[in-house]
């Protein structure tokens, strides 16, 4: 199957620092990932589509200036918290979509769980 | 706006038994559909995807689509303790994204 990491897989900082998560996919290139944040017990919940090449797509009520989401290349994708606030605690996970047409499929990376004191 | 409906659960069956999944979706024109599962505190994995009507099997896994009623299940036979998890049904949204139902957690006792 695909492998999609992520790094860090944890990370505790204190509140007004800035926070890089990076999503690679390690076996095949990914011309489109996407960013999930999901809080315990819920559901998961899409912020944003990210596209290589170009500007990443948000979902309404995220803000694009405080999750800065860079696609520099086919296989890396980059989620910064900005200044990030105990409200931004969560658990985020990426995904990569490979292939095209009927059968692409998402496969998701193991996730990176932040702590904002 | 399109949507995927489960039941939420919990789904609780013996170990041996068959656990049955079922998932709704709002869009006719949907041509894949997945089944992720996710153990607490860790991220969604793939275990089956479906694309025509009918059955694919994949070991203890069976996925089930019928296009005509809007309809996606999972069965899993011999169903064992460590398959407790939250199952997560998805299809194509809008763009590339794809849209998750809630999901449906499965608790299997020994």
């Known amino acids: 199957g695909a492998v999609v990491s992520q790094h860090p897989s944890r990370v505790i900082c204190k509140s007004g620092t800035s926070v890089k998560i990076e999503c690679r996919s390690l076996d095949f290139q990914a011309t489109t990932m996407f960013w999930y944040r999901q809080f315990p017990k819920q559901s998961l919940m899409l912020m944003a589509t990210?596209?290589?090449?170009?500007?990443?797509?948000?979902e309404q009520g995220v803000e694009k200036d405080k999750f800065l989401i860079n696609h520099a290349s086919l296989t890396l994708s980059t989620l910064t918290v900005t200044s990030a606030h105990p409200e931004d605690s969560s658990f985020y996970i990426c995904s990569a979509r490979r292939g095209g047409g009927a059968e692409d499929t998402q496969y998701f990376g193991p996730g990176t769980r932040l702590t904002v004191l | 706006q399109k949507e995927v409906e489960q039941n939420s659960g919990p789904l609780s069956v013996p170990e041996g038994a068959i656990a049955s999944l079922n998932c709704t979706y709002s869009d006719r024109v949907s041509q894949s559909f997945f089944w992720y599962r996710q153990y607490s505190g860790k991220s969604p994995e793939l275990i089956m995807s479906i694309y025509s009507n009918g059955d694919k099997e994949d070991g203890r896994f069976t996925a089930q689509l019928n296009k005509a009623s809007q309809y996606v299940s999972l069965l899993i036979r011999d169903s064992q303790p460590s398959d407790s998890a939250t199952y997560l049904c998805a299809a194509p949204g809008a763009g590339t994204a794809l849209i998750f139902g809630k999901g449906t957690t499965l608790s299997v006792s020994s």
């Open positions: 990210s596209n290589e090449g170009s500007k990443a797509t948000y």
